[in-house]
């Protein structure tokens, strides 16, 4: 039962557009959303979050959109940076049940 | 603070070999999770500990296994190597919704 799901495995964007990464769950009583980014040979290192009361929260490049009634959220790049192709995870905590679950993951590549 | 520390960063075993990967969390930190990746796969979550109690189990076999100590530095257990343990094995430690990850061990089975 994928709770967390991002359905898109690979996107692929010119340098300067924009990158829209895209997550959907099924569990609405989800506390938070979090994104992470993932180099590599690497552990993930978290970029942004929100909380489930918010609809949007925005730090520099990246913004996170929250859709409760579609149970859909979105992560925005503007610009995209080639620095930015990674693979990107979606994850989800619920407080009751003190637990991130995550989506698996989808791979940006940001072409110069 | 310091980050989360993993030990070692590569490790080549062969089959049938046992392997202890260590984890130190975040001071303060009192939960550590341990993550696998495989090649072109996600994140699938193993166990998590919290106050050297095991909390949440992941669906892998026996053979993998944890344990947390009293400093909350955890250590993960694989014996009888297949070749298809080879991964990325991550910890993370937690507070409250937000993971901080370590920069993993490499683990190849050979």
């Known amino acids: 039962d994928q709770q967390v799901k991002q359905n898109s495995p690979s996107l692929s964007v010119q340098e300067g557009r924009i990158s829209i990464l895209n997550c959907d769950y099924t569990?609405?009583?989800?506390?938070?959303f979090l994104w992470y980014k993932k180099y590599p040979a690497e552990g993930p290192t978290f970029l942004i979050s929100?909380?489930?009361?918010?609809d949007k929260n925005e730090d520099g490049r990246f913004t996170v959109f929250l859709n409760k009634s579609a149970k859909h959220l979105s992560l925005h790049i503007v610009p995209s940076q080639p620095g930015d192709s990674a693979v990107y995870f979606c994850?989800?905590?619920?407080?009751?049940?003190?637990?991130?679950?995550f989506g698996p993951g989808t791979s940006l590549s940001v072409i110069p | 603070k310091a980050g989360v520390t993993q030990t070692p960063r590569y490790l080549i075993k062969t089959r049938g070999q046992q392997v202890t990967l260590s984890c130190s969390p975040i001071?303060?930190?009192?939960?550590v999770s341990w993550y696998q990746q495989t090649p072109g796969q996600g994140l699938q979550f193993l166990f998590e500990?919290?106050?050297?109690?095991?909390?949440n189990k992941g669906n892998f076999p026996g053979r993998f296994s944890g344990r947390q100590f009293s400093n909350s530095r955890s250590e993960m257990n694989v014996s009888t190597l297949e070749l298809g343990d080879s991964a990325l094995y991550l910890c993370?430690?937690?507070?409250?919704?937000?993971?901080?990850f370590g920069s993993g061990t490499q683990l190849s089975v050979l």
């Open positions: 993370a430690s937690r507070e409250n919704e937000k993971l901080f």
């Open positions: 994850a989800a905590f619920q407080f009751s049940y003190d637990k991130v679950i």
């Open positions: 001071s303060g930190h009192r939960s």
């Open positions: 500990y919290f106050s050297e109690t095991q909390r």
């Open positions: 569990n609405s009583m989800f506390d938070y």
């Open positions: 929100i909380s489930s009361i918010k």
